[in-house]
């Protein structure tokens, strides 16, 4: 298993689990310590005799890709409470605009079947209103109807005018404010994505280069390397047909 395969949270708990065994004072963490700074891991490593210590501190710049993968993570999750809440306020404030103009379009088609005014021979037929352009275009279509001052002498006498109107009007804008915000959420939130999906992939490069060193470093050590959050079951030396016991207080003193 390597970091790059992992979930999100499982990335995120290894890498917990490897920085808070870091921070401790354990006998673990010592053996960790010495065995990463054996390779370089920060400018305090003295090398093992093959190389020294490259003087870059590798603990801290995954310690700042960890955070900045951490805060990703976070934002990425809170832009998709907003879009979904965003969408939520969406459909219903599309679903006011479609209740009221099905049932204001009916109240007409029912006055145009018993009247003779020639006026409203005009009314137009609603389209698909379950869809955006469907509801957009049909109310657009009898705002206008609605609107013209013939049909409105017309509709008076059944107390239809501009307060319907006007209603009509309100429910709209109020449907493209929504659909505004929405819009504006799914933007950020896909960039939100992309950010933290670079985050991610950051993190877990570093983290497979020392994982691999950990890995080599403590093939002796599981227990360290559970600490230290590294999946997948290391195996210890056999001695005799045996598995060798694990042996943390010798190995702090090596590296």
């Not at 501190?57 to 976070?74: I, M, P, T």
């Not at 998709?80 to 599309?94: C, F, L, N, S």
């Not at 409203?120 to 609603?126: K, M, R």
């Not at 009007?169 to 659909?179: D, G, I, P, S, V």
């Amino acid at each position: 298993m390597i970091p790059a395969n992992l979930t999100a949270s499982k990335l995120i708990s290894c890498g917990g689990s490897w920085f808070t065994l870091l921070a401790s004072t354990t006998p673990e963490a010592t053996v960790a310590w010495a065995a990463l700074n054996s390779r370089g891991y920060t400018s305090k490593g003295k090398g093992d005799g093959k190389g020294e210590a490259t003087g870059k501190d590798h603990h801290a710049e995954g310690k700042a890709l960890y955070d900045a993968f951490l805060a990703s993570a976070s934002q990425r999750s809170g832009a998709g409470v907003v879009r979904k809440t965003g969408k939520q306020t969406a459909d219903g404030q599309a679903g006011a605009l479609r209740t009221w103009l099905r049932a204001s379009h009916a109240e007409v088609i029912a006055i145009k079947r018993g009247a003779t005014n020639p006026a409203l021979a005009g009314l137009p037929t609603l389209g698909e209103v379950t869809t955006t352009s469907g509801l957009l275009l049909s109310t657009q279509d009898f705002l206008a109807f609605l609107s013209d001052k013939g049909v409105q002498a017309a509709l008076a006498p059944y107390h239809i005018g501009a307060a319907e109107v006007a209603e009509g009007k309100q429910l709209l804008a109020a449907w493209e404010k929504a659909r505004g915000t929405l819009s504006a959420a799914r933007g950020s939130e896909t960039n939100i994505q992309r950010s933290n999906i670079g985050a991610r992939e950051a993190f877990a490069e570093w983290l497979g280069t020392w994982w691999g060193i950990a890995r080599v470093r403590l093939a002796d050590q599981p227990g360290v390397l559970e600490a230290l959050g590294v999946a997948g079951k290391a195996r210890r030396k056999k001695r005799n047909g045996e598995l060798a016991p694990q042996n943390v207080a010798g190995k702090v003193g090596e590296g």
